[in-house]
């Protein structure tokens, strides 16, 4: 067990150090030869799925701006955040395209998908209502 977290500090630490914020992959990242990417997590790794899953997505404050209209694109992106987030830092290290979020159908899969919800839970809806908790924001877990 030990030694299984000393080598995830150390190969942590190696990606980290490793990962330039410029497009061109650092020479770590690129001797691996990644050429996909796909990103689980929470909020702030979102790139716009949350908005793509419910019915009233268009009518949240990450659909308009200021969310994402210094990231390089004139209108609002869909993150919870403005700017670029650590799973387009680390595709950019790779030498990949920024990951979309799986929901958007308009879009290319073969480079990766990020599978993020803002809002996402560990346990189901119907698991969370017998606990007496509700989550308005999203349905997936």
Do not use: W
């Not at 395209?97 to 998908?113: Q, S, Y």
């Amino acid at each position: 067990m030990i030694i299984a977290a000393v080598f995830f500090v150390i190969a942590s630490a190696l990606l980290l150090f490793s990962l330039s914020p410029s497009a061109d992959a650092s020479p770590l990242l690129s001797a691996c030869r990644f050429d996909q990417v796909y990103q689980l997590g929470d909020s702030i790794s979102d790139t716009g799925n949350l908005i793509r899953e419910s019915p009233f997505g268009v009518a949240l404050p990450l659909a308009r701006n200021p969310y994402g209209q210094t990231f390089s694109h004139p209108k609002a992106t869909a993150r919870c955040f403005n700017g670029l987030i650590m799973i387009d830092y680390i595709a950019q290290a790779l030498g990949l395209p920024l990951v979309n979020p799986n929901k958007d159908t308009k879009v290319n899969f073969e480079r990766g998908a990020n599978f993020t919800i803002a809002g996402a839970t560990a346990l189901s809806s119907a698991a969370l209502t017998r606990h007496h908790v509700r989550n308005p924001v999203t349905n997936s877990q």
